[in-house]
Structure formats: structure tokens, C-alpha cells
């Protein structure tokens, strides 16, 4: 009877026998695989953290081309063309005639008289000299000139009305001391021309 007993017992404790045996085979492959999981999920999340680092990166660069971009067309919209002589690959000189002869010619139309005036075609410290100096020529105007309110004012509107592209770069005005209806002023003026 007592083997009819253990019988009954036999399948369970084969299962029982198998199971443990098959967890004791099947463990350290399966420890294996849940380090490798873990491993590939470490390496998934680092990764994700730097696609979205890298994209929001990406996005502002995106942001900042387009922000640029639209600057500009404003200013191209908004702003005036630089200066262009009819012939190109002249020296500094030659090219700002042109934009040289035109400032005369607002200072002669509105009666302004030039005491003196000097031109400089290398100006340190100009952005576009410095930066751009193979694509702009620039000159530095400084004029000293002598004018009534009137004169002057009008030369001013048409200077800001002018075609082309120029930097008033700084403006002293001194009343004459003999007749305080006279000016005395100095103008720096930049000029600038494409090559």
C-alpha cells in the first residue's frame, strides 16, 4: 500500500523535481537576459535624453535661421541698397566717387559752405571694413562745414532721404559765436560701396 501511495505522490514530485532543476538550468540564463534588458532599457533611455537634447538644439538653431532670415527681408524691405559704381573691381577710391560726388552735391543744393574736409578709404573700428572688407569699400567723410538752421536742416532730411546706404557716425553742431544764427558743424560720415 505503500507503494499505491507514493504513486499518487510520483507525478507531483517529478513536476516538482523538473521545476526545479529546469530553474536551476534556466536561472543564470535569465538573469543574464533581465541585466541585458535593464542594460538595452539604461542605454535606451540615454540615448532618448540625448535625441531630445540634440533636437531642441536642433530646433532652436531652426528658430534662429528663421528669425534671422525674416531679419533680414525686413531690413532688405526696410533698408536702403549700398552704393554700386557702374564698373567693378576699382579701388577705394575710385568706387566711393560716386556716393562721394552725391554728399557734395546735397551739401552745394542746400548752400552749405565746407571749411575743410578729409577722406579716409581705410576707417579702423568700421564693422563692415573689418568684417566685409573684400565685399564693401568704405570711406570716412569728415566735414567741417558752416550753415544757417535752415540749410542744415534740409541738408539733414535729404541726407536721410538719400538713396544709398551711409552711417552718420557722430555730428557737432556749434553755434558761431559773432552770429548765433550760423553753425558750425562737424559731420563724420561713412560711405560704403560694393566691390
Known sequence: MDNDKLKQFLIPILLIFFT???????LPKTI????????????????????????????QIERQKAEDSAQDQANQANGKP????????????AAIAGEFA?????????????RSMENNTKPTGDHFYDNAGDTYNVARLDLEMIANYVNYDNFLKELYKHEHFLDIESVEIVPYKKNKKILLINLKLKLYAKK
Do not use: C, H, S, W
Not at 526545479?20 to 534556466?26: C, D, E, F, S, Y
Not at 552725391?102 to 565746407?114: G, M, T, Y
Open 82 to 93: 549700398f552704393y554700386k559704381p557702374v564698373v567693378a573691381g576699382m579701388d577705394a577710391d
Open 102 to 114: 552725391e554728399i557734395l552735391e546735397l551739401v552745394r543744393a542746400n548752400k552749405i559752405k565746407v
Open 32 to 59: 543574464e537576459q533581465l541585466q541585458a534588458y535593464a542594460g538595452a532599457k539604461a542605454d535606451v533611455a540615454t540615448k532618448t535624453a540625448t535625441y531630445e537634447e540634440r533636437r531642441a538644439t536642433f530646433d
Open 20 to 26: 526545479i532543476v529546469g530553474l536551476i538550468v534556466l
